[in-house]
């Protein structure tokens, strides 16, 4: 098969974002959070929880290694589900020290359930330097934005052929008969992506 990408006309952005795990949550008074202990003895590495795909190279890694003499640590899952998911086992006792991964979508989730504490990244001159678009999605003290990306879905040129069956330009489109039962993508539960492309739905159609 010979897949191709096309982009619909509606796209929701998804900001993944890092930040600092367990811990007092400042950014919501209703919430009572308390400060828990972290579950690795304090050893001089700095442990990551993030997914698979992190696109940190390994000379970003050996240049942080050197010029801070802190050994990195990844504990690695497959999406920011995975992460959110690691992050509510290990409540009571947290594994890591950074989180980079959770997009917008699930950050409300792990803000709710006291998993983040504040990032001192905010005080910094360099926060200024973020766009005020990164910001749109949170800019409270609990996490930072990392990256962005677009939905996107993956067609067969063989299928859709521009004749017998178009390329769908709009979400409208997917909602044809002869789209009925053709179109995937992964679990909302537990993908990024799939939660992006479920949120996006639900905006454009109520719009």
């Known amino acids: 098969m010979n897949f ?15 930040g600092c795990l367990d811990g007092n949550l400042s950014d919501n008074q209703n ?18 929880l993030t997914y698979d795909v992190l696109a940190l190279n390994d000379s970003m890694i050996e240049s942080f290694e050197t010029a801070t003499g802190i ?12 992460i959110l998911d690691q992050m509510m086992l290990t409540k009571e006792a947290q594994q890591a020290d950074l989180m980079i991964g959770l997009d917008n ?8 359930n006291c998993l983040l504490r504040e990032t001192l990244f905010t005080q910094s001159p360099q926060y200024q ?10 800019q409270g003290k609990l996490a930072i934005p990392f990256d962005q990306g677009t939905v996107c879905l993956n067609y067969d040129e063989n299928f859709v052929d521009g004749e017998n ?28 992506p799939g939660r992006a492309f479920m949120l996006a739905t639900i905006d454009y159609f109520e719009s």
């Open 105 to 112: 979508s699930y950050l409300q989730t792990a803000i709710e």
């Open 165 to 192: 069956i178009t390329i769908p330009t709009s979400l409208w489109n997917l909602t044809e008969p002869q789209w009925n039962g053709k179109t995937s993508f992964p679990s909302p539960l537990s993908s990024s």
């Open 4 to 18: 191709k990408l096309f982009t619909l006309t509606t796209i929701l952005l998804t900001a993944s974002l890092s």
């Open 31 to 48: 919430i009572d959070c308390t400060t828990l202990s972290a579950g690795h003895d304090d050893d001089g590495k700095l442990r990551i």
């Open 129 to 138: 330097n973020i766009s005020s678009s990164s910001l749109e999605a949170y």
């Open 71 to 82: 050994e990195i640590e990844f504990i690695k899952e497959s999406d920011a589900g995975g």
